[in-house]
T-cell receptor
Framework: KQEVTQIPAALSVPEGENLVLNCSFT??????LQWFRQDPGKGLTSLLL?????REQTSGRLNASLDKSSGRSTLYIAASQPGDSATYLC??????????FGAGTTVTVRA | DTEVTQTPKHLVMGMTNKKSLKCEQH?????MYWYKQKAKKPPELMFV???????INESVPSRFSPECPNSSLLNLHLHALQPEDSALYLC???????????????FGPGTRLLVL
């Protein structure tokens, strides 16, 4: 069974600082990995999807890297803003349609 | 438009009630999912429909009964639930290509269910 760990569990930074969120997973046989954002009491918003053959994916201020062989992914958020405050979830896809979620990193960006 | 809609937003039901959750998408996606999320926990997959057929059932109790009447609509019928079933129920969809559903999953806002 895929085990997904996200470190740190919580993070508080001043506005403008860069964020680094880490994700590790135990089974490297994955098809892809998705990063999601979840605001309190809301659904999930997809941020980035990295295919297993890719090393990196970028969207605006977001950059995600994937090292499949070592079972690691990192999400970088540049120049953080208060609107970036949310919980960020990492989810590798190990079987058809099956995402395994980490517990998330809760980010607070202070104005 | 990458929107998945869910109704109702909130639902309170007794243990003897029967209710249904509804999920709809108009993106032409052929895979649809139900997830359950308890407070402060990550989502857990319950069911997957692929091309209107049940593809995955993650050993979910029979008091939860999914239905996919057409490619845009997904229902979750609830009967004789327990208080521990109280959670946020999330619906998602993806293109569901022959490659095996490896595409981005798009989530709805969820239905917050309270079982008394």
């Amino acid at each position: 069974k895929q085990e997904v760990t996200q470190i740190p569990a919580a993070l508080s930074v001043p506005e403008g600082e860069n964020l680094v969120l880490n994700c590790s997973f135990t089974d490297s046989a994955i098809y892809n990995l998705q990063w999601f954002r979840q605001d309190p009491g809301k659904g999930l918003t997809s941020l980035l999807l990295i295919q297993s053959s890719q090393r990196e994916q970028t969207s605006g201020r977001l950059n995600a890297s994937l090292d499949k062989s070592s079972g690691r992914s990192t999400l970088y958020i540049a120049a953080s803003q208060p609107g970036d405050s949310a919980t960020y979830l990492c989810a590798p896809m190990g079987g058809f349609y099956k995402l395994s979620f980490g517990a998330g990193t809760t980010v607070t960006v202070r104005a | 438009d990458t929107e998945v809609t869910q109704t109702p937003k909130h639902l309170v039901m007794g243990m003897t009630n029967k209710k249904s959750l509804k999920c709809e998408q108009h993106m032409g996606h052929r895979a649809m999912y139900w997830y359950k999320q308890k407070a402060k926990k990550p989502p857990e997959l319950m069911f997957v429909y692929s091309y209107e057929k049940l593809s995955i059932n993650e050993s979910v109790p029979s008091r939860f009964s999914p239905e996919c009447p057409n490619s845009s609509l997904l229902n979750l019928h609830l009967h004789a639930l327990q208080p521990e079933d109280s959670a946020l129920y999330l619906c998602a969809s993806s293109q569901g290509l022959a490659s095996g559903g490896q595409e981005t999953q798009y989530f709805g806002p969820g239905t917050r269910l309270l079982v008394l």
